[in-house]
């Protein structure tokens, strides 16, 4: 994490767990990706262990802080199998859609087990709405709420010119 902080040449930066990543790494990864002024791309993927979530919400709002800031970041995905994350980081997440004007992809697969889908999926399209940046959107959230959020979505889709 320290390196991704200083390097001027690094423009993408993935990193996958098979397991569970504890707070330490992630908000050590989230301040480098603050600090980074060159990083373009920004994946971080982990999965469900032994019945601990993959991340935790010191780490979701560290990243959603850092996604809020970057002027550099382009493309930024997270995926969460089992996150232990709750409403509070997903909301933080969308509120960084609604400022980050550099930012053209974004994906996030996510399972929170202490989240509501419907009330991130829904935030999610409202953001969707006013961004005007973005040019590739992917959410894949278990369990979701299709019907609300989907609608939600078409609506983003109209409004987004």
């Known amino acids: 994490a320290e390196a991704l902080k200083t390097s001027v040449a690094l423009q993408s930066f993935s990193l996958s767990f098979e397991d569970s990543m504890g707070d330490q790494t992630g908000l050590a990864l989230a301040e480098a990706l603050k600090a980074s002024i060159s990083l373009r791309s ?25 996604l809020n ?5 382009r493309s930024f995905t997270l995926g969460c199998e089992g996150t232990d994350m709750g409403d509070q980081v997903g909301l933080a997440l969308v509120e960084a859609l609604k400022t980050n004007v550099s930012l053209q992809s974004f994906s996030l697969n996510y399972w929170p087990s202490e989240a509501d889908p419907l009330v991130v999926g829904l935030a999610l399209a409202e953001a969707l709405k ?32």
């Not at 800031?69 to 970041?73: D, G, H, R, W």
């Open 130 to 161: 006013t961004n005007v940046s973005l040019q590739s959107f992917s959410l894949y959230s278990k369990p979701f709420v299709f019907d609300p959020v989907g609608l939600a979505l078409a609506e983003a889709l109209k409004t987004n010119v």
């Open 42 to 66: 920004f994946t971080l993927n982990c999965g469900y262990s032994h019945g601990e979530g993959c991340m935790g919400d010191q780490t979701g709002l560290a990243l959603a802080e850092a």
């Open 69 to 73: 800031t970057s002027v550099s970041l």
